[in-house]
């Protein structure tokens, strides 16, 4: 009998009604966990994942089938302690997980509640904290503590429970990439000491860690197996999902290979695969793979003349200087606490020097509390530097005689989760909300919501009069963006704007934030995935410790891959597989922006060279498959 | 923006990692005698009893190896408004017009019984102030959800739910903070969107609209908060009607029940007065009473 049982299970919120049947629900869902697995679980938003997530424990009751754990059955109440013993869960938000006073306290909080003997609460949270790298953090204010910090507490509060299994709900969308990391590599050190892991999340990447994937869509289980077979045959694409990077660049490249790539899920896999298939093809070729750089022909220098839209010189802030001098440090020993550094720097910025010209579109990266937020409100001037000054369309602004508010209408900013701004009861007054404060009104406030709605995917006739509140968090996030954009701004400054999202509705608003650049709109965003950036940015701009330690165009920062990991910031996988088949002069050098430009540069390779001056597309092909099929036998 | 800026005007109380005997009391014991002392503060009057106490605090605060500029520092911020409130008692207390006088200027006089009145109020507020930042730092703020629990454990029995009741304390001790920083982060973002916040002027329904967008979505994200957390706490097997075991315990130790004794003494001299002559003393240098 399978650890964790879950028979045809449905569930619906909101007693069924036929408003609520497109709610996150479940329509039958069947899933054995084994003893000792790592199971991932994916779908889109919306697919019912974390209402999975919450029968897992009993914290919902299915209406029918059932959910058995280690024998125990959930709709019977007295067996809640055992199971929930047993099954421990992770949350979303590091924030919300937290019930204790101090560190130790937190992680105390489940034995606490099983009755535990005080002696045995203080051995578990002792090897808890262990497990999960907090040692010497016991006394601290959980307040103090990093998102990954956060999220690490909540799992050795997890632990102390000694449960056989852990069950986590997106628990990394809130992390920069170095606490994801962590945690990932956290989450196989504990599934290798013998717990179960159920891995729940949209991103494919921490997907393919996993032994077992089960792919969720619309209430059911729309596939089920090890990751290379889902990631093979299941059309991951109609259920909102994206394929690896590694494998969608292979599956790029079958026409040139032949399928003799296989079927790699990270890029390491891939890259020897090619390297086999490269020596096969032209075993003596041994490409010059010291080509320079390309410089990338943005527009930069053209509009370089022309005086920037906005330019930080010198501009410092930090947090409590200006109104509490006297606040006596923090002692020493404080700060670095059993060798574990106090990651959560008060994010404060130092001298930036920053310009922004008109219609370019800068990244902004940078390692959670490097200041980004912070630095992105002063572009609209929200925050007034304390130091240095700030010149928008070349005019200084001088906070007794500067027109802030229009200042702010003219440089748009829309803060991490805009979901969280709303507060109209309909969509169309919610977007509405800017404009009128702008003086706007009659037909032509109409027409600019109307506007500002179908810009971001929503359509006024049928969105106009809808409840904010009822919209999924996709719409809800769509409707806050609509509201900075209907003060038609000139430049548009997103902080985090893709956190959060699944890949489908991440794709939605990259294709967005496309069009507005196109039609010569200014966008800096901030973000931690440094593909986004690839994608759409001309510049990118690395914040660290509130400095700017990168400002280049972005081929040439991705060429820094080592300097950007050294800040808990990963270049694409992409990059740097490209990068090291060029050191082994397999590859022209070059560094591709994006997964296409990828593709493109190692079709170039897999063409034989004696015929590259210019087959057909399909000759070089079947060369190429011929190729390799020689070398096979 | 400074008007954004709401986290760092929280920084009254700030602990002070020690092993003093006053960090090592019960914390039922550390809230008696904060709760004693600060009712002896109110209580006594006259400059004697509020210098005396000065002392004390000051001789306390070291013996416990709290850095002096922990609480001055609080002390200093606080002054300016503590001289608006002395100024205001002293013009509208009635019973401090005796004394030397020393003019006057309109409908106001100065005599030399405001002037005392104005001491001893400077010096109680100062008391008060001192005392707090004393008992906060020695006092970890889960002793104080302890402590709140201790204290009123007593009445369990007649079905106060005394130990939900520290965990209150704790959670919302937490959600202060991180609810100061997002009503922060929403007023920004409706700044963005060209909200002023500034209501001057306005009637009070305007006023109250004029607010909507920051308290509807803080609202929202107070009551997310409310359901993730509880249900973050049913995870980890929290029921309401059970008991629950502890991490830290504190047994009450001999060093408690004299701390106890002293709360207790405190008050007992503060209600007595014995500085009596020694009061009028220092009042006569401010002029005959009558």
Redesign the interface.
């Known amino acids: 009998m399978p650890f964790i049982d879950v028979r045809e299970i449905t569930y619906s919120y909101d007693g069924g009604s036929p408003a609520s049947a497109a709610l996150p629900a479940l329509r039958g869902v069947t899933l054995a966990v084994e003893r000792g697995e790592y199971i991932a679980v994916v779908g889109a938003n919306a697919s019912g994942k974390t209402t999975l997530a919450?029968h897992l424990?009993g914290?919902l009751l299915p209406a029918s089938g059932s959910v058995m754990v280690d024998g125990f059955d959930t709709r019977r109440a007295r067996d809640l302690?055992a199971i929930?013993?047993r099954v421990?869960?992770i949350?979303q938000?590091p924030?919300?997980?937290?019930?204790?006073?101090?560190v130790?306290?937190d992680a105390?909080?489940?034995?606490?509640?099983?009755?535990?003997?005080?002696e045995e609460?203080?051995s578990r949270?002792d090897r808890a904290l262990a497990q999960v790298g907090l040692v010497g953090l016991g006394?601290r204010?959980?307040?103090e503590l990093s998102a990954g910090q956060k999220q690490r507490l909540?799992i050795a509060?997890?632990l102390a429970?000694r449960p056989e299994a852990i069950v986590l709900d997106e628990a990394t969308s809130m992390l920069d990439p170095g606490g994801k990391r962590e945690l990932l590599t956290l989450l196989s050190e504990l599934n290798r000491s013998g717990t179960t892991i159920v891995h729940i999340t949209h991103r494919m990447d921490e997907a393919a860690r996993a032994g077992r994937i089960l792919v969720l869509s619309a209430g059911r289980v729309a596939a089920e197996g090890s990751p290379s077979r889902i990631f093979a045959s299941a059309d991951l694409t109609s259920f909102g999902l994206r394929r690896p990077g590694a494998l969608e660049l292979s599956a790029r490249l079958a026409r040139h290979t032949g399928g003799a790539l296989g079927e790699p899920l990270d890029y390491p896999t891939l890259e020897s695969a090619l390297l086999s298939v490269l020596e096969r093809l032209h075993p003596y070729a041994r490409a010059a793979s010291s080509a320079p750089i390309e410089r990338s022909p943005s527009g930069t220098a053209a509009s370089a003349a022309k005086a920037p839209l906005i330019r930080l010189s010198g501009v410092s802030h930090s947090?409590?200087s200006?109104?509490?001098p006297?606040?006596?440090r923090k002692?020493r020993?404080?700060r670095k606490v059993g060798g574990v550094t106090d990651n959560r720097a008060i994010p404060s910025l130092r001298s930036i020097s920053l310009e922004v010209r008109s219609g370019e579109t800068i990244a902004l990266i940078g390692p959670t509390g490097s200041g980004k937020s912070t630095l992105l409100?002063h572009l609209?001037c929200?925050?007034?530097p304390q130091a240095g000054r700030i010149e928008v369309d070349g005019t200084p602004v001088i906070p007794s005689v500067a027109d802030l508010?229009s200042i702010?209408?003219r440089i748009?900013?829309?803060?991490?989760r805009?979901e969280?701004?709303?507060?109209a009861q309909y969509v169309g007054d919610e977007v509405a909300?800017?404009p009128r404060?702008?003086g706007l009104g009659g037909k032509a406030l109409t027409e600019r919501v109307r506007w500002a709605m179908e810009a971001v995917g929503l359509p006024f006739a049928s969105y106009k009069d809808r409840l904010t509140?009822a919209l999924s968090g996709g719409e809800q996030r769509k409707v806050g963006l609509a509201?900075?954009l209907a003060?038609r701004p000139q430049a548009l400054v997103l902080d985090e704007p893709t956190a959060g999202l699944d890949p489908a509705s991440r794709e939605e608003l990259l294709a967005l934030l496309q069009r507005l650049k196109e039609e010569g709109t200014t966008i800096i965003l901030s973000t931690h995935d440094l593909e986004e950036a690839g994608r759409i940015a001309d510049r990118v701009v690395a914040l660290v410790d509130g400095q700017i330690r990168l400002d280049l165009p972005t081929r040439e920062a991705f060429a820094r891959a080592r300097e950007l990991e050294g800040w808990s910031l990963e270049v694409p996988g992409f990059v740097g597989m490209l990068e090291s088949l060029a050191r082994a002069g397999r590859v022209q050098a070059g560094v591709p922006l994006t997964l296409e430009e990828a593709a493109e540069r190692l079709a170039a390779a897999l063409i034989r060279p004696d015929r590259a001056a210019g087959p057909a597309p399909d000759e070089a092909a079947s060369a190429g498959a011929k190729g390799v099929d020689r070398g096979a036998v | 923006m400074e008007q954004f800026d709401v986290t760092s005007t929280l920084q009254f109380a700030r602990y002070v990692p020690g092993d003093s005997p006053f960090h090592r009391l019960h914390p039922g014991a550390k809230a008696l005698l904060l709760l004693f002392g600060l009712a002896a503060l109110i209580i006594v009057h006259g400059t004697a009893g509020l210098v005396l106490a000065l002392a004390l605090i000051l001789v306390v605060t070291l013996a416990a190896g709290v850095p002096l500029a922990v609480p001055l520092s609080s002390l200093a911020r606080a002054l300016p408004w503590l001289l608006v409130i002395v100024v205001v008692q002293i013009l509208t207390v009635p019973s401090a017009r005796w004394g030397a006088d020393y003019g006057g200027w309109w409908i106001f006089t100065l005599r030399g019984g405001q002037l005392y009145t104005a001491v001893t109020s400077l010096l109680r507020f100062a008391d008060l102030i001192l005392f707090l930042g004393l008992g906060s730092a020695v006092t970890r703020v889960d002793e104080l959800a302890y402590a709140g629990e201790a204290l009123t454990s007593p009445f369990a029995r007649f079905g106060l739910p005394s130990r939900e009741l520290s965990l209150i304390i704790t959670i919302a001790l937490y959600f202060t903070p991180l609810f100061s920083e997002e009503a922060a982060r929403i007023r920004k973002s409706q700044a963005a969107r060209g909200a002023d916040f500034s209501t001057k002027g306005l009637g009070l329904l305007r006023r109250v609209r004029a607010y909507l967008p920051l308290f509807v979505p803080l609202l929202v994200l107070a009551l997310h908060h409310a359901e993730n957390l509880a249900r973050a706490m049913e995870a980890r097997c929290y029921t309401v009607k059970m008991g629950r075991t502890r991490l830290h315990t504190y047994p009450v130790r001999s060093l408690d029940v004299v701390a106890g004794g002293m709360a207790a003494a405190i008050v007992a001299l503060a209600i007595l007065h014995p500085a009596h002559g020694w009061d009028q003393t220092v009042q006569a240098l401010f002029g005959p009473r009558g």
């Open positions: 919450l424990n914290l302690p929930r013993q421990a869960m949350f938000k924030e919300d997980q937290i019930v204790g006073a101090t130790e306290e105390a909080f489940g034995p606490e509640n099983l009755k535990v003997p005080n609460i203080r949270v006394l204010s959980p307040h909540a509060g997890a429970l947090y409590h200006a109104k509490a006297t606040r006596p002692p020993r404080d409100q609209n929200l925050f007034l508010p702010r209408r748009g900013l829309v803060f991490q805009p969280e701004q709303l507060f909300y800017g404060l702008a509140f509201g900075v003060l």
